[in-house]
């Protein structure tokens, strides 16, 4: 196992048990090395044993665990949604709903902060790794980070549309000047990916593209 | 190819040294538009679409704002002593007469400027600049600065611990000293001669980028780009480790005497003196060029 860390669906599936061979083998001695993969599997284990052992009529063990689980999960659905849940779980009424349509762009675009701020991590760790061992790039890590930007692009243009009758004449130019030569190299890259889909460099220069358009598309807040 | 970049960031630099010179003979001149007493780090967010917007950091606790309005009625400032709006009002359509705004903030002050066609020209404060077409220049000893500008130039002359520049079509020229800096274009050419990067990012789409200068020990500095090409002009003692891959494009080196640890069509790995700096550069099919200094 060279890579620096085991992908999420690594660390998944030596949590569940349900890889095995030398596959298994060769994660084995990477959690053996490293602290922090060990760590997060031990993790991962743990709350699959407290899912598991829970009762299914909801006694206080398994209250304990929907509390330790359900603020990261409600931050999350309220990154994405239109008005914000309260603290005990239900919307906040008439106000919120309004709130809400307002804040849909917001939401929007903090959402992308957040899926960027994700990918950026992923593509320069890999671009770290890269530097050192460029042979071993784990290149579906980079993929995971391409995915990441097609989504969070698609969100972005969405709001291009809704808000393109609002933008000045000369940043709507720049704006689809600036996407037309984005798309045009990430058709390229993506054709040469296909053809060479080992390649990490092309993944990485893929997911960097990816990012331009974000930024791009990210500059609509500004233009109105 | 790179002289001629060279030419173009030294011409840069002079028009805009020339045209800040004009413009700050005439602007003692101009009428006070607002003064007021602020504490030093306020934050101040000026608007102005179509003219020019001159900031300057000083040694007060104060702001003050000269200016030529060019439409009576249309500049407003207001706020208290943790920081000012400034705004010229500008339609979503049309083309109203140019407002030029001269700003005196504390150096300590975070400027937030938003303008559409107006030259912007910072020096001695840090901040945020947004522009659509207009020119952008920063300069002297600043906090952090962030610069958006879709088609206009950007010309950077500064001491700063962090310098993000997104530039579109416009040249995007990076001198003085920025501790970190992410730079980037779409088609605009990106010319990067600056001392004291520790960590670069630097890339376009499809514009040239040029770097000269120094790179710091322990120096992590990363290139990529699309269809532009890339030339790096190092040190002749440069101490560093260089990974250049290009999927489609050449990778030429003149660091000849070197060998270099790997080389293939599509990619270089070698290391110059102790490899004490770390050199990445991607390039999808412009051309890549590594070289000493002449």
Redesign the interface.
Known sequence: MDAEHLTEDERQTMADGSLTGERATALLEHLARCAACSSDVARLRTIRARVASAPTDGDAADTAAVDTLWPAIRARIDQRKDAALDARGGTTGTAGRRAGNRLRLVSGLTAAACIVAAALVGARRI??R??VT?QVVATTEVADSVTAYQQEAQTLLDELELRRA?L????LT??D??LA??DS?IV??RA?AARDPN?A??H??LA??YE?KI??LK?IG??? | MRSSSMLIGASLFALVALADRLGAQSAADWPILAARRVVGASTFKIFNSRGSVRVVGWDHDSVLVRGRVGRPGSFSAGGDTLGLKISVDDPLHGSPPPTSLVIFLPRRARATIKAVNADVDVSGVGGWIYTITGSTRVSGSIGAMEIESMRGAVAVDARTPWLRVRGGDGPVVIRGSPEDADVSTITGSLDIAASGVVRGQFGSVSGAVHFRGPVASGGIYEFSNHSGETILSLAPDVSAVLALSNVSGRIESDFAATRPASHTAQSLRVTLGHGDAQIIVRSFKGPIHVGPQR
Do not use: F, K, W, Y
Not at chain 1, 168 to 171: H, I, L, S
């Open positions: 671009a770290r890269a530097s460029p609002l000045r004449p000369d940043a720049a704006i000047h600036d030569v984005v190299a390229e890259l040469a390649n460099a092309l990485q220069l960097s593209t331009r930024e791009i500059r500004n233009a109105g």
